[in-house]
């Protein structure tokens, strides 16, 4: 099944003309049980679920508006080329929902995770721009359907269509009908994050082709599913029962089963430079020595943090840069 043919199916059949402009947000996420590995590379349909949290007023803004000749991409004040990355991606996306071959798109986003968090800012960027979309055709579409259009952007996007704890379910369906996030109820109020930037260079390969390249070559990758599925489950259970020692251990080590899945690829693929490695030793020392703080790490080289706000003062003691997120202030 094609992307336009899932889009087909869930788009109103009377189309409104578009409104002068449509504006939104989504915030970044962070996976605590990680999404690496697709069943279908077209739709961004994972082979296993995945959870999140959500970055409150960290994300993506985006302005959609209708533009005659061709689209202009704006980031963060500055005009972007139609070659970047950025902008193809978001093209490919938007080229997706023209309604005429000759309508295109003013897109003008703005990243309020600070460029060199080394964030991805696809996920929100992907979110944003579907609930720009959503505006500014009125398709007034609910968030599981949002969440399985921005899927098709970038699979994390799914997730960014909600705050808090986010379960996106795999599906099973060939559609993909069955597959989008759903938040979970749980709040957590003194939950902190902490971004480490230890890089804002660019990676030396993309999550995108790194998933498919570990799928396709990593003898560890066979027990990658298994593993996700006890993670999960774990992980919802620490959510409910709010016990953090269970939730950092069950975070850290499924990041670090996803890179083993990677070291394991041929060739292989590391983003751990040596500054990340000293990080995730400050981080067990800071363990070893009473503080309670964990980490996750993705597609790069740096480390978001896991802690409770009692534990801030000792965190910054050992990562005095560290940028600290509270998911669930209000
Ligand atoms: C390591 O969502 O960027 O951050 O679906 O190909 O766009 P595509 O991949 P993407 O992959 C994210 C991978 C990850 C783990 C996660 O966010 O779950």
């Known amino acids: 099944m094609t992307k336009s043919e899932v889009i087909e199916q869930l788009l109103p059949k009377r189309r409104s ?3 002068a402009a449509a504006t939104a947000f989504a915030p970044a996420n962070i996976a605590l049980c990680k ?3 697709k069943r279908d590379a077209e739709l961004n349909l994972p082979t296993a679920s995945s959870l999140s949290i959500s970055l409150g007023k960290l994300g993506s803004e985006v302005t959609l508006a209708p533009r005659a000749g061709h689209d202009r991409f704006t980031l963060n004040g500055q005009l972007i080329a139609p070659e970047s990355s950025f902008a193809r991606r978001a093209a490919a996306f938007l080229g997706l929902f023209r309604p005429a071959p000759d309508f295109y798109y003013d897109v003008t986003a703005t990243n309020t995770v600070p460029t060199a968090a080394g964030l991805a800012s696809s996920a929100s960027g992907f979110a944003a721009l579907t609930l720009a979309l959503n505006e500014l055709f009125a398709w007034k579409l609910d968030r599981r ?12 996007a799914s997730r960014s269509l909600f705050e808090g704890f986010v379960e996106w379910h795999a599906g099973r369906a060939p559609t993909g009908m069955d597959s989008f996030a759903e938040p979970l109820a749980t709040k957590w109020p003194d939950l902190r994050i902490g971004l480490v930037v230890l890089s804002d260079k660019e990676k030396p390969i993309g999550s995108r082709d790194a998933m498919a390249q570990t799928r396709d070559t990593s003898p560890l990758y066979a027990v990658w599913p298994e593993t996700v599925a006890r993670d999960l489950v774990a992980l919802k259970e620490a959510i409910s029962q709010r016990d953090f020692t269970q939730l950092g251990e069950v975070a850290e080590g499924n990041a670090l089963a996803m890179h083993a899945t990677m070291l394991a690829a041929r060739p292989a693929i590391l983003y751990f430079l040596p500054e990340s ?3 995730i030793h400050t981080v067990h020392a800071l363990r070893a020595e009473g503080c309670e703080v964990y980490f996750t790490m993705d597609a790069g080289p ?5 802690f409770r706000k009692a534990d801030l003062r000792y965190v910054i ?3 005095p840069e560290v940028q600290v997120v509270a998911p669930f202030a209000t």
Not at 145 to 156: M, P, T
Not at 302 to 306: D, S
């Open 35 to 37: 999404y690496w590995g």
């Open 17 to 19: 003309a578009p409104r």
């Open 277 to 279: 490695i000293e990080a």
């Open 317 to 319: 003691k050992g990562f």
């Open 302 to 306: 740096n480390l978001k943090l896991l």
């Open 145 to 156: 359907k949002l969440s399985i259009l921005a899927r098709l952007g970038s699979g994390s």
